[in-house]
Each structure stands twice: as structure tokens, then as C-alpha cells.
């Protein structure tokens, strides 16, 4: 397992460009040292169709790389209409799971399964889709993700936020760690990005 999964502790901090393209995010551990980044890849048809679809129904792909820029898993999530499904891969590229956003008209709701589909976790968000617990199969408190405060310039004049991943140590699994610590990009494409 790649280091950058081991930590427990992830800031996650959205990139601010003038004219980008795609989405980009920083990742720091909690000494605040950059141990990786989360970047968006866009292909030229898909850059298209976001010029004439909301980016909210379009396709994604995260890359999540470790300090040295290797890849060492990916998000995907094809077009959708009403909820998200976001597939998961190690860095190998062999599929470990899935994030599903389930339909809830107050506060966000997704359901992590692994590559079988058995559910492994629960995530819920609260009413500003802000902040978010994260529960295993058996209700135990698993990790969080909740949005930190980012300067006011940046909350006013900007999109780009900022979240805060913790996950508990008794989550020893590598799979479950790998989707743990991706998903709070996923949660930021799926109900922050308007663009």
C-alpha cells in the first residue's frame, strides 16, 4: 500500500486557476507536508459537451497521485441524470468498489461497496452537504470529511474548497482505505462543481 494511504489524517485542498480546465486538488497529511494530489483528466470530446451539458451530468475520471506523480488510483464516474456512481480502481487498474449516491431530498446520502457489492460504509452528509460521517456496515463511526474554512477571499471569490479526511485506525483493510480517502473529491465533483 502506497504511504499516502496509510495516513490517517488528509487536508484536501482544491486548486484555484484563472482559466482551468479541469479540476485539481492538493493533498496534505496532517503535519502539513503535500504527500499527492487529486487531478481531473478531460478529454477533448468531454471538454465539448461540457461547453453545451452542465458538468454536473457529465462524465468524470479522477487520478489520485502520490508525491513522485505516480498514480495509484483512479475515480470514474460515467453520465448521469439523477444520482452518482463513481467506480473505484487501486493502482493497477483492477476495479476494488463503488461510491453511490442514493436519492434524499435533504442531506446527501452515498452507500461505499466493494468490488462485489457488498456495502462496506455508509456516508452522510449534513444539510449544507458540508460535513460527513462515515459508518461501516455495522453503524460504527468509521471517518469524516468536513469542509474547512479556506480565507476570505477564496470563500468569497471562489468555488475551491477545502475538506478535512480523517479515517480510524481500525480500518486496516486496503481497499477500504484506498475508497475512504478518495471520496471526498468524488463528493466535491458530484454536489460542488458547477462549471
Known amino acids: 500500500m502506497d504511504r499516502f494511504f496509510s495516513n490517517n489524517v488528509l487536508v484536501i485542498d ?3 486557476g484563472a482559466f482551468r480546465i479541469s479540476n485539481a486538488y492538493k493533498v496534505f497529511n496532517k503535519e502539513g507536508e503535500e504527500i499527492g494530489a487529486i487531478q481531473e483528466h478531460k478529454s477533448f470530446a468531454r471538454i465539448l459537451l ?3 451539458l452542465s458538468d454536473r451530468m457529465l462524465p468524470f475520471e479522477l487520478n489520485i497521485l502520490n508525491a513522485d506523480g505516480k498514480r495509484i488510483a483512479q475515480l ?14 487501486n493502482e493497477a487498474g483492477t476495479f476494488i468498489g463503488s461510491f453511490n449516491q442514493r436519492f434524499t431530498l435533504l442531506k446527501p446520502k452515498f452507500t461505499l461497496r466493494n468490488n462485489v457489492g457488498t456495502e462496506i460504509a455508509t456516508i452522510k452528509g449534513d444539510w449544507k452537504a458540508w460535513n460527513f460521517e462515515i459508518t461501516d456496515a455495522n453503524g460504527q463511526v468509521i ?8 480565507g476570505i477571499a477564496k470563500e468569497l471569490f471562489t468555488t475551491a474548497d477545502k475538506y478535512l ?5 481500525t480500518v486496516t483493510d486496503e481497499n477500504q482505505r484506498i475508497a475512504i480517502s478518495s471520496v ?10 458547477e462549471d
Open 14 to 16: 482544491e486548486h484555484i
Open 50 to 52: 461540457g461547453l453545451f
Open 76 to 89: 470514474r464516474r460515467g453520465i448521469t441524470f439523477f444520482t452518482s456512481k463513481v467506480q473505484i480502481f
Open 143 to 150: 471517518g469524516s470529511i468536513d469542509k474547512k474554512w479556506n
Open 165 to 169: 479526511v480523517t479515517i480510524s485506525p
Open 184 to 193: 471526498a473529491a468524488a463528493i466535491d465533483m458530484i454536489l460542488k462543481e
